[in-house]
Nanobody
Framework: QVQLVESGGGLVQAGGSLRLSCAAS????????MGWFRQAPGKEREFVAA????????YNVDSVKGRFTISRDNAKNTVYLQMNSLKPEDTAVYYC?????????????????WGQGTQVTVSS
């Protein structure tokens, strides 16, 4: 089992920045791919960003490219999502996820463990 706890969400004005953190415990962190997903009210959970075991490979959904950066610190068992130039359409609950493989993946079904989510609200 892997336990994931997100933090760093909040209310921010459009154009602002937030940094989400996800602390993992329970297994060897570097054995897992990590991802960030988000879910807005009335919508399905969608992929935002993913990172492989070493941090050497990352993927972002097109809508956040150039604005969001995923990174990880295996020594701290933590994955981050730096979000800059936030837009109202980024408003959602953001979830951290871990998958039992070292290769970065981009779909919900490829992740095995999920955090409880953290709310990000961007005002216009």
């Amino acid at each position: 089992q892997v336990q994931l706890v997100e933090s760093g969400g909040g209310l921010v004005q459009a154009g602002g920045s937030l940094r989400l953190s996800c602390a993992a415990s329970g297994r060897t962190f570097s054995n897992y791919r990590m991802g960030w997903f988000r879910q807005a009210p009335g919508k399905e959970r969608e992929f935002v960003a993913a990172i492989n075991w070493s941090g050497g490979t990352t993927y972002n959904v097109d809508s956040v490219k150039g604005r969001f950066t995923i990174s990880r610190d295996n020594a701290k068992n933590t994955v981050y999502l730096q979000m800059n130039s936030l837009k109202p359409e980024d408003t959602a609950v953001y979830y951290c996820a871990a998958g039992r493989d070292i290769v970065a993946r981009t779909t919900v079904a490829e992740y095995d463990y999920w955090g409880q989510g953290t709310q990000v609200t961007v005002s216009s």
